[in-house]
């Protein structure tokens, strides 16, 4: 079951003070982005935040899990996200830490725009 548009909302406005957030559904789910970066995915269970090889060890030492899912064939697969945890609600100070970590992680990964090229003029044999 997809995520409501109130919990969305509320969501994008957990995160406001780290930047321009924006929320784009995927997958029965939705992607968090910050300034163009996706730092967060969530779904109707729960809120995953992106990590690295930076930043996993202390989302592990917190005992948080990675999202994980299941293919069709029965297979399992998982994601660069891991639990965020519940203290974040209703701490502002654990709110920041692991926004950060997620945000660091988050730019990390972004690839940088590619530059346009001019497309060479090319004169026609006759």
């Known amino acids: 079951m997809a995520p409501s548009a109130s919990?969305?909302?509320?969501?994008?406005?957990?995160?406001?003070?780290?930047?321009?957030i924006t929320i784009r559904k995927m997958?029965?789910?939705?992607?968090v982005y910050c300034d163009g970066a996706i730092f967060a995915i969530t779904g109707d269970e729960g809120l995953w935040?992106?990590?690295?090889?930076?930043?996993r060890?202390?989302?592990?030492?917190?005992?948080?899990?990675p999202f994980t899912f299941e293919f069709e064939n029965g297979k399992s697969g998982s994601m660069s996200y891991y639990n965020a945890p519940e203290d974040i609600y209703d701490d502002n100070d654990e709110l920041t830490r692991w926004a950060e970590l997620a945000l660091g992680a988050a730019r990390r990964a972004k690839k940088p725009a590619k530059k346009k090229t001019k497309?060479?003029?090319t004169k026609k044999k006759r």
């Open 27 to 31: 997958f029965g789910g939705a992607g």
């Open 57 to 65: 060890a202390e989302f592990e030492a917190a005992g948080l899990g």
């Open 119 to 121: 497309k060479k003029a």
């Open 49 to 55: 935040l992106k990590v690295d090889d930076v930043t």
């Open 7 to 20: 919990y969305l909302d509320y969501i994008k406005d957990l995160f406001a003070p780290f930047g321009d």
